[in-house]
């Protein structure tokens, strides 16, 4: 109940195109849901996070959308560039009555967009 | 404002050895947590510190352990270090304890154990 699902594992785009990346979880008090992007050698960097209580958010070319009822997260990275080549993280966090930060990550997408 | 600092960077142990390895949180962040990243089982929550308290612990053995001190920096100690334990390790700042608070990731620590 612990676990986020993320797909797909690779991801080969065209320049400009959209990179899709979905996150699936069962645990229903998951109630913060934040996406990293990591490069080679770097720690992952908070990309855009969202709650429960939206079905989308946006953030320059980057898009969450949300479906409650489905359990489901995805993120979306429209007109995709060269250096948005990177692993990307979904992950989720349960609020302990505001006790701890524990994120749950999805197992990451190798994101590579080609010229 | 500098961002989450860990050192060092790079570590090279001995199996049966011990490790420490430290981390400076965003200036005003008073909650530190600590992942473990291996290509194997991903990103894993090692635990997190709030107020010098630890507020939650992932499952790991308690060869793993942590501590925050008043000024929010932390350290988390490895002992009798296995060659399972080679991974990076990533600390993470957060203004406060509580999901929905952004939490800030540093470089991390590779460490590789022999």
Redesign the interface.
């Given at each position: 109940q612990q676990q986020v699902k993320q797909s797909p594992q690779s991801l080969i785009v065209q320049k400009g195109g959209i990179s899709i990346i979905n996150c699936a979880y069962e645990n229903t008090a998951f109630d913060y849901f934040p996406w990293y992007q990591q490069f080679p050698g770097k720690g992952p960097a908070l990309l855009i996070a969202i709650r429960p209580d939206v079905s989308e958010k946006k953030e320059g070319r980057f898009t969450i959308s949300f479906n409650k009822s489905a359990k489901q997260f995805s993120l979306h990275i429209m007109d995709s560039q060269p250096g948005d080549s990177a692993t990307y993280f979904c992950a989720a966090s349960e609020n302990y009555g505001g006790a701890t930060n524990k994120l749950i990550f999805g197992t990451g997408t190798l994101l590579a967009v080609q010229p | 404002k500098a961002g989450?600092t860990q050192t060092p960077r790079y570590l090279i142990k001995t199996r049966g050895q011990q490790v420490t390895l430290s981390c400076s949180p965003i200036s005003g962040h008073r909650?530190v947590?600590w992942?473990q990243q291996t290509p194997g089982q991903?990103?894993?929550?090692l635990f997190?510190y709030f107020s010098e308290t630890q507020?939650?612990k992932?499952n790991f053995p308690g060869r793993f352990s942590g501590r925050q001190f008043s000024n929010s920096r932390s350290e988390m100690n490895v002992s009798t270090l296995e060659l399972g334990d080679s991974a990076l390790y990533?600390c993470?700042s957060?203004l406060v304890?509580?999901?929905?608070?952004?939490?800030?990731?540093?470089?991390?620590t590779r460490l590789t154990v022999t």
């Open positions: - | 989450v909650s947590s992942y991903g990103l894993q929550f997190e507020r939650n992932g990533l993470a957060s304890a509580g999901a929905g608070y952004e939490q800030y990731f540093g470089p991390g």
